[in-house]
């Protein structure tokens, strides 16, 4: 049975810092891209980063560029994301997923992604 499972969400004032695990079992995750996608209350799931499999090259939603990075250790099967410089509108349950199969380009909508994790809160405080 293939799993993507998140940690690392927490409580955390403005201005902090978090990284966010997600952890693969299953399969090798190693040559799929993988993202991260976040959902505030009240407000449609989002796409954050992603980072492709075979050149590790990453793209980012506009409103985290500069404060978060996304990076993988394909030998641990994990994907990670360093929050810094948060802010109260990064406030969500945040989300890994992974493709199924290899693609083209970058992939930042929902529908390209087949195994989704059950996503970890973050909450940013003021």
């Known amino acids: 049975q293939v799993q993507l499972v998140e940690s690392g969400g927490e409580f955390i004032q403005a201005g902090g810092s978090l990284r966010l695990s997600c952890a693969g079992s299953g399969r090798s995750f190693s040559n799929i891209d993988m993202g991260w996608f976040r959902q505030a209350p009240g407000k449609e799931r989002e796409f954050v980063a992603t980072i492709r499999w075979i050149s590790g090259k990453t793209y980012y939603a506009e409103a985290v560029l500069g404060r978060f990075t996304i990076s993988r250790d394909n030998g641990k099967n994990t994907v990670y994301l360093q929050m810094n410089s948060l802010k109260p509108e990064d406030t969500a349950v945040y989300y890994c997923?992974?493709?199924?199969?290899?693609?083209?380009?970058?992939?930042?909508?929902?529908?390209?992604?087949?195994?989704w994790g059950q996503g970890t809160q973050v909450t940013v405080s003021s």
């Open positions: 997923a992974a493709r199924g199969v290899p693609g083209l380009g970058y992939a930042i909508h929902g529908y390209e992604y087949l195994y």
